[in-house]
Protein backbone atom coordinates (compact mmCIF):
# COMPACT_ATOMS: atom_id res chain seq x y z
CA UNK A 1 0.00 0.00 0.00
CA UNK A 2 1.80 3.04 -1.52
CA UNK A 3 5.22 1.05 -0.69
CA UNK A 4 6.61 0.56 3.09
CA UNK A 5 3.25 -0.03 5.12
CA UNK A 6 3.23 0.19 8.95
CA UNK A 7 0.78 -2.03 11.01
CA UNK A 8 -1.03 -0.76 14.09
CA UNK A 9 -3.19 -2.49 16.58
CA UNK A 10 -5.36 -1.57 19.63
CA UNK A 11 -8.07 1.21 20.74
CA UNK A 12 -8.18 4.51 21.55
CA UNK A 13 -9.67 7.46 20.33
CA UNK A 14 -9.05 9.77 17.83
CA UNK A 15 -9.98 13.38 17.72
CA UNK A 16 -13.26 13.26 15.33
CA UNK A 17 -11.93 16.34 13.08
CA UNK A 18 -11.83 16.59 9.76
CA UNK A 19 -9.01 15.65 7.99
CA UNK A 20 -6.78 13.74 5.02
CA UNK A 21 -3.48 12.15 5.46
CA UNK A 22 -0.82 11.75 2.46
CA UNK A 23 -1.28 8.13 1.79
CA UNK A 24 -4.05 5.18 1.27
CA UNK A 25 -5.21 3.60 5.11
CA UNK A 26 -6.78 0.54 5.69
CA UNK A 27 -8.90 0.15 8.83
CA UNK A 28 -9.52 -3.55 10.13
CA UNK A 29 -12.33 -4.01 12.55
CA UNK A 30 -11.36 -6.70 14.82
CA UNK A 31 -14.22 -6.30 17.88
CA UNK A 32 -16.51 -3.82 18.68
CA UNK A 33 -18.25 -1.33 15.32
CA UNK A 34 -16.14 1.82 13.51
CA UNK A 35 -17.84 4.62 11.75
CA UNK A 36 -15.94 6.84 9.33
CA UNK A 37 -17.62 10.08 7.78
CA UNK A 38 -16.67 10.92 4.56
CA UNK A 39 -18.17 13.83 2.80
CA UNK A 40 -20.66 11.42 0.57
CA UNK A 41 -22.14 9.68 4.12
CA UNK A 42 -20.73 7.91 7.02
CA UNK A 43 -19.53 4.02 6.52
CA UNK A 44 -19.98 1.78 9.34
CA UNK A 45 -17.86 -1.49 10.00
CA UNK A 46 -18.34 -4.26 12.42
CA UNK A 47 -15.87 -7.44 12.80
CA UNK A 48 -14.09 -9.08 9.76
CA UNK A 49 -14.90 -5.33 8.32
CA UNK A 50 -12.79 -3.08 6.95
CA UNK A 51 -12.76 0.26 5.53
CA UNK A 52 -10.15 1.85 2.74
CA UNK A 53 -9.15 5.24 2.67
CA UNK A 54 -7.85 7.05 -0.54
CA UNK A 55 -5.06 9.21 0.48
CA UNK A 56 -6.04 12.88 -0.09
CA UNK A 57 -9.79 11.78 1.29
CA UNK A 58 -11.78 14.23 3.45
CA UNK A 59 -12.66 12.02 6.29
CA UNK A 60 -13.33 11.74 10.14
CA UNK A 61 -13.85 9.18 13.14
CA UNK A 62 -13.95 8.67 15.87
CA UNK A 63 -13.02 5.20 17.80
CA UNK A 64 -15.81 4.25 20.22
CA UNK A 65 -14.99 2.33 23.36
CA UNK A 66 -14.68 -1.45 22.94
CA UNK A 67 -13.66 -0.76 19.52
CA UNK A 68 -10.37 -2.46 18.28
CA UNK A 69 -8.70 -2.16 15.23
CA UNK A 70 -5.98 -2.97 12.84
CA UNK A 71 -4.60 -0.04 10.73
CA UNK A 72 -2.11 -0.20 7.62
CA UNK A 73 -0.93 3.05 6.15
CA UNK A 74 2.51 4.32 4.59
CA UNK A 75 5.46 4.74 6.61
CA UNK A 76 6.04 8.67 7.33
CA UNK A 77 2.29 9.33 6.53
CA UNK A 78 1.32 12.95 6.77
CA UNK A 79 -1.91 14.20 8.29
CA UNK A 80 -3.71 17.32 6.92
CA UNK A 81 -6.29 19.17 8.89
CA UNK A 82 -9.46 20.44 7.41
Request: some cysteine; overall charge negative; glycine content about 16%.
Amino acid sequence: MNGVSVLHAGSGTLDGGWHAQTSDEFLLVLEGELVVEFEEGPLTAGPGEAIHISAGERHRAAVPKGCLLLSMEAVGMKRTDG
